[in-house]
């Protein structure tokens, strides 16, 4: 094999005794959970936010910023459930570049997986503990899950993963919404499969078990747009395009039918600053028809303390060193907006 096996990293089992959750901690996480299933089996109105950076890079600017989210959580707590991304993979178009904290722990040294593991957890368990907000991630490499199972209470399956065989069976087994994103060709029967796929239970092998899955009822759809055979944006979060969803999960039998609309991505063309204007669309659409207003759960938001993105030596406290994001002022406001218009 043409690579060096350079050291056996520690099973989850292991990482999870070192840094354990406290009872208190597992009490809330089961709160969370509890309030944001509501949300898709429709027993809860409230509106699901996932919020937060591109990817996670430095634990101190992200507990800040998850710290004012939770004063926000407080102000808007009757319409809105905040649930906080703490993204620590970042998957690339070209495999090259930043992968995420859990590659580098400083994005200024080099790659250290097992410094990276501990450092991904210990942000995880540490929003939980000093804001009580259990977070979302995205689930890039299954067989890392097992590492923060406990600490989530949502998880998205990227537009490059929906189509993995691994992704949509590892999905089945768990028992907090996933997400599963539509692939970055835009057809949203890819996406249907995968929710299907995750919904019903499976035999598969799993962390050198055999393991055989439940099915998960709270797999749904993310919709983030897409990109066409020029290479250009193209957005699927208009009235049209949330119709033709609604009409695919009527064929398809699923359980929960649910979407979360990605206001960045494609359909924003990338254009960050765009994604307040986009909410607001998503909501007017959700006012003029029932069935759009049953399916919608969410939105999936791009934001952290300054607006746009950086280099990853860049220096800028709180700004992306990945996808440009929504700064603080515009998040907050943008918040408080979405809270009226609920």
């Given at each position: ?59 101190d600017a992200v507990l800040d910023y998850i710290s004012r989210l939770k004063v926000l959580q407080d102000k808007v707590n009757d319409k809105i459930v905040i649930v906080p991304r703490i993204y620590t993979n970042k998957p690339r178009t070209t495999g090259d570049g930043y992968k995420g904290m859990l590659h580098q722990p400083n994005p200024n040294e080099s790659p250290d997986m097992l410094k990276g593991l501990i450092s991904i957890r210990k942000l995880h368990i540490d929003a939980l503990e000093q ?212």
């Open positions: 094999m043409n690579m060096e096996f350079k050291r056996e990293m520690p099973t989850a089992a292991v990482i999870k005794e070192m840094y354990p959750l406290s009872s208190a901690m597992v009490k809330k996480k089961s709160e969370n959970d509890g309030e944001i299933r509501k949300i898709f089996t429709g027993e809860s109105n409230k509106l699901l936010l996932i919020i937060g950076p591109c990817s996670a890079d430095r634990e804001t009580g907000f259990s977070c979302a991630d995205e689930m890039l490499y299954p067989e890392n899950h097992r590492y923060l199972s406990d600490c989530l209470s949502y998880v998205a399956v990227g537009a490059r993963s929906t189509e993995n065989q691994q992704h949509r069976l590892t999905a089945s087994g768990l028992d907090i919404p996933v997400g599963m994103k539509n692939p970055t060709g835009g057809d949203l029967s890819v996406m249907m499969n995968s929710i299907t796929a995750a919904q019903h239970p499976h035999t598969f092998v799993y962390s050198g078990w055999e393991v055989q899955s439940k099915g998960n009822p709270l797999a749904h759809a993310i919709l983030r747009g897409y990109s066409n055979k020029h290479g250009r944006s193209v957005p699927n979060y208009h009235f049209e395009d949330l119709q033709l969803l609604w009409e695919m999960y009527e064929d398809s039998g699923l359980k929960n039918p649910s979407v979360i609309i990605d206001t960045n991505h494609a359909n924003s063309g990338k254009r960050w600053e765009q994604q307040p204007r986009i909410a607001k669309e998503i909501l007017h659409s959700a006012r003029l028809s029932e069935n759009i207003r049953k399916m919608l759960k969410g939105l999936m938001i791009e934001s952290y303390l300054v607006d746009g993105n950086q280099k990853p030596n860049g220096g800028v406290y709180g700004q992306s060193i990945t996808d440009p994001c929504l700064g603080w002022e515009k998040t907050e406001k943008m918040i408080l907006e979405i809270a009226d218009l609920v």
